[in-house]
């Protein structure tokens, strides 16, 4: 087992690092640089220049690129040029509100996806589940970007349940950081719902028809219990596999809905970022985002053998 991780970490260290470089190469292709952005729209071509050396950017992408590796594997990934702060600070602020989004969103799918699927499966072919299929489907089809401002008018401004904009740290009070939190997350979680939903359905009702289900439903046990004790574990490895790459996905993909609500999180600095040609500071946030990618991953695949016994005993030494 202990081999089998070094492996997956050998290859998330070369993904990551892939990622950063395919990220640095396609931003230095875009017309503009964060030079102009500093001294304006009126600056001479020559005062571009002479920041652009000043600031280390008149060198080849790749060589801008290797020496930041350089620092970043030494815990530095630099200072921004735009606002003189440390990357890594600006990250540190931000990333906390990034990641209580992403697991609140995780979290509110997995649990309403979880339920409906065992009902769907429970009663497969009945009016219950071809309902349920029908809400997943309308789910399917509703993006962050179409939710969140539709649940901005009905829950924030019509009904006042939530605020419209802006963010509560847990510091300031945990209801209000709640308030502030969960409509952002459920229009994140909508479109994982039904995913969540359709692919646990799929595998429960696969297990349902397997001989040890059968057995234990011929010894007495409820349908339930057999569900619940018997059917879903073993019908969750999908689930746990999606789940994964859905929370990367999710910390990634959150630049729409932090806009919409103005929460100062890693995606509303990226997207400012990218936009002011901050190199340094998209650099940071990238490499953060596929850090913890990969390590959600890693954990996915090694939570395999602890699921169930057999892949451990099947896992290479």
């Not at 939710?147 to 008018?153: K, S, W």
């Not at 209000?176 to 359905?201: K, T, V």
């Not at 993909?253 to 340094?280: C, H, K, M, N, Y």
Request: proline share 4%; net charge neutral; glycine share 8%.
């Amino acid at each position: 087992m202990t081999n089998s991780v070094v492996r997956r970490v050998g290859r998330g260290v070369l993904v990551v690092l892939l990622v950063t470089m395919a990220v640095v190469a396609l931003l230095s292709f875009a017309p503009g640089s964060v030079a102009q952005v500093i001294l304006g729209e009126a600056a001479t071509p020559e005062a571009v220049a002479a920041l652009n050396r000043e600031l280390g950017l008149d060198r080849p992408w790749w060589a801008q690129y290797v020496s930041w590796v350089g620092n970043a594997v030494q815990g530095d990934l630099g200072t921004s040029p735009l606002s003189g702060q440390s990357v890594t600070a600006a990250i540190g602020e931000r990333l906390p509100v990034t990641l209580q989004l992403a697991g609140m969103a995780l979290v509110i799918a997995l649990v309403v996806a979880v339920l409906l699927a065992v009902v769907s499966a429970a009663r497969a072919g009945t009016m219950a589940d071809r309902g349920i299929t029908a809400f997943s489907s309308v789910l399917l089809s509703i993006p962050a970007f179409v939710a969140g401002p539709v649940l901005i008018y009905f829950c924030a401004v019509e009904l006042g349940w939530f605020p419209v904009t802006g963010w509560n740290r847990i510091g300031d009070g945990l209801g209000d950081n709640l308030r502030a939190a969960l409509l952002p997350a459920i229009a994140m979680s909508l479109m994982e719902i039904a995913a969540f939903h359709r692919l646990l359905r799929t595998d429960l009702i696969s297990t349902l028809r397997e001989d040890f289900v059968g057995a234990a439903r011929a010894k007495g046990m409820s349908e339930w219990y057999v569900m619940l004790r018997h059917a879903l574990r073993p019908s969750s490895f999908s689930l746990i596999t999606l789940a994964g790459i859905n929370l990367g996905r999710l910390i990634g993909g959150t630049v729409i809905v932090e806009s919409l609500f103005s929460l100062p999180g890693l995606g509303q600095l990226l997207a400012s970022s990218i936009v002011s040609r901050d190199l340094i500071t998209v650099q940071g946030i990238v490499v953060v985002i596929a850090v913890v990618y990969v390590a959600v991953n890693i954990t996915v695949d090694v939570s395999y053998e602890l699921i169930d016994p057999r892949v451990r005993k099947a896992a290479p030494a």
